[in-house]
């Protein structure tokens, strides 16, 4: 199945091509935060999207009365267009009774705090559906096939993805899958530190996070968008579509084990990557790169760690493993479509980005980190992007190459 067109926002851009040109830049989009009221937090730094986004979203949407939706919902249309867009698909030729729409947003986007994250703007509809994200999309398109969202905590926009794939497997036409999340407010900061999941590192937030670090202390929120476009293969190449990537399996599991830490051995995460290698029908010798879920907590990506040594044993110590929180955060529902859509940039360009930050070797975490440098590979045939989710909620991608198949 190909990958034919991505629509991306991040802290580092408004666009996939300056998002994708800012990591393999190794550029950080944490600072501190400032379109809300942090004094008293113990974290006071994030991962914003752009303020000149909302200037962009104004003459986007000029005229419709999207301006006065909440974020997600304007946020999951802008970055559908871009990736319709990428695609170059003609809407009028697509049968739109086989084509759908599957977001992947964890749900705690939307509520009255939600006026907070965008200056100067006032809603008039403080509590929408959160299905609306994946409806929304449907009308502005006419598509009439499914539309939902999904919502598995961190791995929000990986299962809207595996959705996709599911749905063109089964005849589907086109699918656009998104994952979004907006979360980055004073009560999720609140709750996340009384956790202790986040960072405390709030002098220099673009050194913050540094996933398999061993000084890391914790993630840094953040929010963002990615939209993709799956068709079948066939019909891409029929059409003479540029296909950044293709994808050919997945894996999702539940550890059943805590609502927030991971399993410690990393058992389940292993059998993720093992089911997606075996569902792609290759051997692990084939994966080249892992996009980590890599989240700069010291659980997790510990966990993470040993779970690729037990799904590839003595071929993990030949891959390649980075982390984009690393310079963008973790944007929950938004971060396993944002790491696909980079993990199918990568394939296409033959170019890994860094794991930024990556200063202090951690004995157990002791793999190829593509350390703080983007790195030019040659042959790259296979990449997965794992996602792994509060609850339990695993999710691992396999994408290939475009040029794999004739």
């Given at each position: 199945m190909?990958v034919?067109?991505?629509?991306m926002?991040?802290?580092l851009g408004?666009?996939?091509?300056e998002?994708?040109?800012?990591?393999?830049?190794?550029?950080?989009?944490?600072?501190?935060?400032?379109r809300?009221?942090v004094?008293?937090?113990?974290t006071?730094?994030?991962g914003?999207?752009?303020?000149?986004?909302?200037?962009?979203?104004?003459?986007?949407?000029?005229?419709?009365d999207?301006?006065?939706?909440?974020?997600?919902?304007?946020l999951?249309l802008?970055?559908?267009?871009?990736?319709?867009?990428?695609s170059?698909?003609e809407v009028a030729?697509?049968?739109?009774?086989k084509?759908?729409?599957?977001?992947?947003c964890?749900?705690?986007?939307?509520g009255?705090?939600?006026?907070?994250?965008?200056?100067g703007?006032?809603?008039?509809?403080?509590?929408?559906m959160?299905n609306?994200?994946?409806a929304t999309?449907s009308?502005e398109?006419g598509?009439?096939?499914?539309a939902?969202?999904?919502?598995?905590?961190c791995a929000?926009?990986?299962?809207?993805?595996?959705g996709?794939?599911?749905?063109?497997?089964r005849?589907?036409?086109?699918?656009?899958a998104?994952?979004?999340?907006?979360?980055?407010?004073?009560?999720?900061i609140?709750?996340?530190n009384?956790?202790?999941?986040?960072t405390?590192?709030?002098?220099?937030?673009?050194?913050?996070?540094?996933?398999?670090?061993?000084?890391?202390?914790?993630?840094v929120?953040?929010?963002g968008a990615?939209?993709?476009?799956?068709?079948p293969?066939?019909?891409a190449?029929?059409?003479g579509?540029?296909?950044?990537?293709l994808?050919?399996?997945?894996?999702?599991?539940?550890?059943?084990?805590n609502?927030i830490?991971?399993?410690?051995?990393g058992?389940?995460?292993a059998?993720?990557?093992e089911?997606?290698?075996?569902?792609?029908?290759l051997?692990?010798?084939?994966?080249?790169?892992i996009?980590?879920?890599?989240?700069s907590?010291?659980?997790?990506?510990?966990?993470?760690t040993?779970?690729?040594?037990?799904?590839?044993?003595?071929h993990?110590?030949?891959?390649?493993v980075?982390?984009?929180?690393?310079?963008i955060g973790?944007?929950?529902g938004?971060?396993?479509?944002?790491?696909?859509g980079?993990?199918?940039?990568?394939?296409?360009?033959?170019l890994?980005?860094?794991t930024?930050?990556?200063?202090?070797?951690?004995?157990?975490?002791?793999?190829?980190?593509?350390?703080?440098?983007?790195?030019?590979?040659?042959?790259?045939?296979?990449a997965?992007?794992?996602?792994f989710?509060?609850?339990?909620?695993?999710?691992?991608?396999?994408?290939?190459?475009?040029?794999?198949?004739?």
């Open positions: 190909a034919t067109g991505i629509g926002v991040t802290p408004i666009s996939t091509s998002c994708w040109a800012n990591m393999v830049a190794g550029k950080s989009g944490i600072d501190w935060i400032r809300f009221d004094d008293g937090c113990l006071r730094i994030g914003q999207i752009p303020d000149r986004y909302f200037a962009e979203e104004a003459v986007v949407f000029q005229g419709s999207l301006l006065d939706r909440v974020l997600p919902i304007r999951s802008y970055t559908a267009q871009q990736a319709m867009n990428d170059h698909l030729g697509i049968d739109r009774e084509a759908g729409v599957i977001t992947g964890g749900g705690s986007t939307f009255d705090e939600m006026m907070l994250t965008e200056p703007h006032q809603h008039e509809h403080c509590h929408e959160i609306e994200l994946a999309v009308r398109y598509f009439r096939g499914p939902f969202n999904v919502a598995t905590a929000s926009g990986a299962f809207a993805i595996c996709g794939y599911d749905f063109i497997r005849g589907g036409a086109v699918c656009i998104i994952g979004i999340d907006t979360i980055l407010l004073r009560s999720t609140e709750g996340f009384s956790l202790m999941a986040l405390e590192e709030n002098e220099f937030p673009q050194r913050a996070s540094k996933p398999f670090d061993r000084k890391r202390s914790g993630f929120l953040s929010e990615c939209a993709v476009v799956l068709e293969y066939s019909a190449k029929a059409r579509a540029r296909i950044h990537a994808v050919s399996g997945y894996g999702c599991t539940s550890e059943a084990f609502i830490a991971p399993e410690p051995e058992k389940q995460m059998r993720t990557m089911l997606a290698v075996s569902h792609a029908g051997t692990p010798d084939a994966i080249g790169y996009s980590a879920h890599g989240t907590t010291p659980h997790n990506d510990l966990a993470e040993r779970a690729i040594k037990l799904a590839f044993g003595d993990a110590r030949r891959l390649a980075s982390s984009q929180k690393s310079m973790h944007s929950i938004a971060a396993g479509a944002i790491e696909f980079v993990t199918a940039l990568s394939l296409y360009h033959q890994l980005t860094p930024i930050n990556y200063q202090t070797p951690d004995p157990d975490c002791d793999l190829d980190y593509v350390p703080n440098e983007a790195r030019g590979v040659s042959a790259l045939r296979a997965i992007t794992n996602s989710g509060f609850g339990g909620h695993n999710a691992s991608i396999v994408l290939e190459a475009a040029n794999n198949l004739p």
